[in-house]
Each structure stands twice: as structure tokens, then as C-alpha cells.
Nanobody, 121 residues
Framework: QGQLVESGGGLVQPGGSLTLSCAAS????????MAWYKQVPGNQRERVAIMDTFGWTNYTDSVKGRFTISGDSAKATVVLQMNSLKPEDTAVYYC???????????????WGKGTHVNVSL
């Protein structure tokens, strides 16, 4: 229940673009926020971008002006448009939805299994 599936990762040259997509296996009763995180081996998972259902967005400084998060809370889908990619963007990217799967489950974090992004020549 509540499985999130990411897609769109891959190998891209510096300066290139990728679009990451995430879809939930079922609709949520309600969503608080949707976000993308990245993790490099040996490092903690860190948040890259987050949005709420009212249009508020926030980005980590390293991706401001290059990445754009968007989504549809009714469909439980979220997209990360990544432009002007740099080698330091290389990581596994995880989709996160914080919300209520049903009116009985309480607010929880749901995660995908991740998609690899490799920025190199």
C-alpha cells in the first residue's frame, strides 16, 4: 500500500536535462507535501525540492533556478524537471509524499525506491 514509483533517471552529460516522475499506486485521502530527495553513497538523504497543495515550493540552494518541482495532489503524482545538470547532481533521487493514505491511517511519509541520476561526460 502507498507504493511510490519513480522513473526518468539515467545518464546525461553536464548541461543536459532530465525529467523525473513519480506516481503513487493509489490515490491519497489527503496530501500535505510532495518532495524530491537525493542521496549520495555515504551521505545522508537530503531534500532537493518540496511543494505543498497550495502552490508553495522550496528548493535547496544548489538547485535554485535549475530544478522545478510540480505535481498533482489529486492524482498523487510529482515531477522534478532538472535543467543545467552538473556532475554534483549525481545521486539516487527519491520521491516523497507526506499525507494521509486513508482517513484512518494518520499522516505519514511514503517513499519510492529511488531512481539513479548520473551526470558525466
Amino acid at each position: 500500500q502507498g507504493q511510490l514509483v519513480e522513473s526518468g533517471g539515467g545518464l546525461v552529460q553536464p548541461g543536459g536535462s532530465l525529467t523525473l516522475s513519480c506516481a503513487a499506486s493509489r490515490r491519497f485521502f489527503a496530501i500535505n507535501t510532495m518532495a524530491w530527495y537525493k542521496q549520495v553513497p555515504g551521505n545522508q538523504r537530503e531534500r532537493v525540492a518540496i511543494m505543498d497543495t497550495f502552490g508553495w515550493t522550496n528548493y535547496t540552494d544548489s538547485v535554485k533556478g535549475r530544478f522545478t518541482i510540480s505535481g498533482d495532489s489529486a492524482k498523487a503524482t510529482v515531477v522534478l524537471q532538472m535543467n543545467s545538470l552538473k556532475p554534483e547532481d549525481t545521486a539516487v533521487y527519491y520521491c516523497n509524499i507526506n499525507g494521509w493514505m486513508t482517513e484512518l491511517t494518520g499522516r505519514k511519509d511514503y517513499w519510492g525506491k529511488g531512481t539513479h541520476v548520473n551526470v558525466s561526460l
